[in-house]
């Protein structure tokens, strides 16, 4: 189909990418808690666009660039992980009634969520390692290929970041009478966030 070996393992294969959690994830989940069901879309949007532009600049080859001059590969990683460190702190530092860490507005969730996405440079090796293993050589379409597979990916993340975000907005609407429940919940969305840095600075 397209070029694309096995669809079918392709398309669970990326379920089971977007179902293991992550910063990723965990931006759709704070989003919605904090802009409801159009702050967690606007959130999917972002994560979206990043993956989009990760997996065509994977397809274009800069994570061999990448690969050649592990300097820029380091800076890249560091700066990621200091990020969502950053953001991981302040949501632990923040006092009860503090303005969110996260803006309530949807087009500030989009870029949080993107960026988030955008500064996870192991996701460029992913997909650059995992597109070859469903592209048919004997069949493969050159750019449609990848194209049919952008989509694919888009899709599935739609659906996924939606199923999420209406979980996750069903379950906040309980948890805004607990406002302890609420706060330790954002702490330990904070500590999440720190420890994800963490694995990305020291992760090789």
């Not at 294969?13 to 989003?31: D, M």
């Not at 009634?97 to 969730?109: E, S, T, V, W």
């Not at 989509?151 to 379950?171: M, P, Q, R």
Request: charged share 10%.
């Amino acid at each position: 189909m397209f070029g694309i070996a096995n669809y079918g393992a392709f398309v669970v294969a990326i379920i089971v990418f977007l179902a293991i959690p992550g910063p990723g994830n965990l931006a759709i989940i704070t989003s919605t808690s904090k802009g409801g069901i159009r702050g967690g879309l606007a959130a999917a949007l972002g994560v979206i666009l990043g993956d989009q532009v990760l997996m065509w600049t994977a397809v274009a080859g800069v994570a061999a660039l990448l690969a050649s001059y592990p300097v820029a590969f380091a800076a890249v990683q560091w700066l990621g992980a200091a990020y969502l460190a950053w953001l991981g702190a302040k949501m632990l530092l923040a006092k009860p009634g503090a303005a969110p860490i996260l803006n309530i507005k949807p087009a500030h969730f989009m870029r949080q969520a993107m960026v988030i996405t955008l500064l996870n440079p192991k996701a460029i090796v992913f997909y650059m390692a995992f597109f070859p293993l469903f592209v048919d050589p004997a069949h493969h379409q050159g750019l449609l290929t990848f194209a049919v597979m952008a989509v694919t990916i888009a899709v599935l993340t739609f659906v996924y970041c939606l199923i999420a975000t209406l979980l996750t907005h069903f379950l906040a609407e309980r948890m805004r009478a607990n406002p302890v429940v609420s706060r330790t919940l954002n702490k330990l969305a904070g500590v999440f966030l720190i420890g994800f840095g963490v694995k990305l600075a020291l992760s090789k």
